[in-house]
Structure formats: C-alpha cells, structure tokens
C-alpha cells in the first residue's frame, strides 16, 4: 500500500495529476470510521491529516470553512469556543468532515437533516488535478454533498452553523412491542428522539432533547462521566461481558436485560447541545443500517423484532432507531422524504452474519436504502432503482473525474464502471 500525505492543494494536485497520468486509482481516507469498504484503498491511499488549517467562522452568515480532514470533535470544540454549534451532528465525531458528509452520516431530528444537509458549498482537487468550487445555488451542490468519495478529493467544506445552546436530555422506557405503532409520534415528540432497544429486553429507551436555558448538569470540564465510559465500561466491562457472551450466547438476552435500564446514564441531565448529541466512542462492534420513508417505520420495526426469540439471534448491542429529516440531495438516504433509520449493531461474536443477512432480508422488500457509512453487498443495479438521481451523479462523476481516479473496487460495485 502507498500512501501520499501532501501539505498543500499543490501537493494535492500533483499527486492527483500523477495518479491519473500512472492509470493508477486513489482513495482519499478520513478517520477510517466507516464500517463499509467505501474508504478502502485498492493499492493508493491520501490522507489530509498533515494538512494542517484552521476552521474559520463567518458571524454574519453563519457559516464555518473548515478543513476537510478536521475530525468533527475538533470542529465541535471550535464552535464551542466561539459560541456556535452545527445544528445536528452524529452520535460519533470521530470523523473527518469529508467523510461524514460522503456517507450521509446523521443525527436524530425530523427537524434536521443529516450533516451533509449544512453543506453551503465544497472545494475540491478533481479526478484531472483541477480545482473545482461547487457554491450555493449551483445545480451540482446536492449531487456532491454526499459525494460517496467518487467526485473528487474535497478540500474545504463550507457548512452552516446556529448559536450555541443547551439541550435537557430525559429517557422514557416503554415496552417494546408499543414501539412499532407509534413510531410517528415518537419521532415528533421533541426536537431530537432517538429509540434503543438491546435485544431481547422487555423495554426500549426512547431518549429526547429539548432546548433549554436550565443550568448545566453535564460539563465538558467534568470528564469524569465520560471517562468511566470510555476507559472502564467500553475497554473492560463491556469487553468482558461480550466475551462470555461469545463463549455462551444464551445469556445474551439476560444480560441485556439487566443493562437495558442503566446503559444511557443519567435520566435526566442537561448539557451544551453537541456534547449531549454524541455518545462515548464504543468497543469495536460491527454495523449495518437501512433507511426508510417513515411511512414503512412500524413495518420494518416490527419486521426486525420478529427476528428475535427464544434468545437468538445473540445481538449484543442495541438496536438503534433514528428519524432524519428528507432533502434533495442525489445520493443522500433521506432523499425525497423523512426517514426512518434503523441500525443493527453486533460484536463480531455467532450470530453476526446470520442476523446481517436476515436483517436485509427484512428491508430488502421495503426498498431500504443502506448507509453508505455501514456494511452493505448491494451492487449498482440494486441501488439504481434506490435513488431517482443514481445516473445523474453517474454524470457528474464522469464530468469532473473521467478516468475515476477516485475510484475503487467497491465503488465499482456500488456505481457501475
């Protein structure tokens, strides 16, 4: 494997220019969060991180230039700082801001759309070395915001931005079987609302956030909280757990059982809002997620909850749904109408595959779109009929990268060569 580290869009471009003079391929790579191949290099990788810069705030239009290789928590802190925030983030900001808005990755909120959504425009090297600035009010701006990493390296990406807040966060417990039937209700019942289920449990944890001007409860100065999380559950409570689970499935359900009521923390807690949005970063864990118009949400739930009985399949970690707001972007999972997300988590442990693959067997039918961002083996001729602008981002692609070199095995896969 070859990796490239330029300093500057110079540097950049002529790696680029050299790539395509070579017929050689190239994958810009972020964080290295996804759970897909979409970020996987075939023989040549690039990484922004020894391009250092600073995100810069526009006060007036509320908008932040950042660096395409920030990582989103850095990007959250100099916010912070200056007394703004994104208006929706991730649970994870782990990643580079290029790669979250590739993915479509998002948040809860069917006031909010996903990351990409805050993208006013986007600066890049092209397939050819050229640069290319896509503003607000180009026709190309909703194909490039979820760029899959197939137009193009992005270098800058501009993204509207809201005052600093705080965020009341309460967790309501209900049986799981009501969750199907009133997904819709729950969805609008605050601002953000997301719904975990570990399962086999009894009860799911509906979770909200509302604004608020409380005092604060939960401090970014206070790390105790976050530490305990990161340093003792995720790296030796759960770890432990998870391998007994491995080595005796059957007490998978038991034991979620027990960490269903204490598993999110506090209750009740109030904190600045992109600090209560996102969760300690997990164990490692494996992931799939499908989205949905929200009017097939009670079907699909209810489709997975069927899955489960008797103790099996042995999903150790939760079942996780989310609403997004729709949009227009081409390539985006929310496009053309709200959405529903749900997302299957588990350790590498004997149920992995067969609860994948069972899960897809329930969205499959319901026309889910998978996330890019997590695993998926749809190829181009099942994703086509997913998305009513797949042959005009085919277009733009070829456009602006003719040779697709930024391309790779699995975008060839996903998009078709």
Do not use: C
Not at 190 to 218: D, F, G, I, S
Not at 371 to 377: I, M, R, S, T, Y
């Amino acid at each position: 494997m070859r990796w490239y580290l330029p300093t500057s869009e110079t540097d950049l471009r002529r790696v680029v220019e050299d790539a395509a003079n070579r017929g050689r391929r190239l994958r810009i790579v972020g964080a290295g969060h996804s759970f897909s191949r979409i970020a996987v290099p075939d023989t040549e990788a690039v990484s922004l991180d020894a391009w250092a810069g600073a995100a810069l705030i526009d006060r007036e239009r509320g908008v932040v230039t950042v660096p395409a290789g920030m990582r989103l928590r850095e990007l959250s802190a100099v916010l912070q700082r200056d007394g703004f925030a994104l208006p929706i983030v991730g649970s994870i900001q782990a990643q580079s801001v290029a790669g979250a808005i590739a993915t479509g990755t998002h948040g809860s909120s069917l006031q909010h759309g996903n990351i990409a959504s805050l993208v006013t425009g986007l600066r890049m090297v092209t397939g050819t070395g050229a640069v290319l600035v896509i503003g607000d009010g180009d026709a190309r701006l909703d194909g490039a915001r979820v760029h899959l990493g197939a137009l193009g390296a992005v270098t800058e990406v501009m993204l509207r931005i809201i005052p600093a807040g705080r965020l009341h966060q309460t967790i309501e417990h209900i049986p799981i079987e009501e969750v199907p039937g009133t997904l819709a209700s729950l969805a609008s019942s605050a601002e953000y609302v997301k719904v975990w289920w570990l399962p086999h449990a009894p009860l799911a944890q509906v979770v909200r956030y509302a604004r608020t001007t409380a005092p604060l409860t939960r401090r970014p100065s206070a790390a105790t909280r976050r530490w305990i999380d990161e340093r003792i559950m995720h790296r030796w409570v759960f770890p432990a757990a998870v391998e007994l689970q491995h080595r005796r499935p059957a007490l998978t359900a038991g034991i979620n059982a027990r960490l269903s009521r204490v598993y999110l923390g506090a209750a009740s807690q109030v904190g600045q809002d992109m600090l209560m949005l996102n969760t300690p970063l997990p164990m490692r864990h494996r992931e799939t997620e499908a989205a949905l118009a929200m009017t097939k949400a009670g079907e699909a739930l209810q489709g997975v909850l069927d899955l489960f009985h008797d103790g099996r399949p042995a999903a150790n970690f939760p079942l996780e749904i989310r609403f997004v707001r729709g949009d227009d972007m081409w390539m985006s999972p929310a496009q053309g109408a709200d959405t529903f997300h749900i997302g299957a988590y588990i350790t590498d442990g004997p149920d992995r595959r067969d609860y994948f693959e069972r899960f897809w067997q329930v969205m499959r039918p319901l026309a889910a779109r998978p996330h890019w961002g997590k695993e998926f083996d749809h190829d181009a001729a099942e994703l086509r009929p997913l998305y009513p602008n797949f042959d005009r981002f085919l277009d733009l692609r070829d456009a602006v990268d003719p040779q697709h070199v930024f391309g790779s095995d699995t975008h060839t896969r996903m998009l078709g060569d």
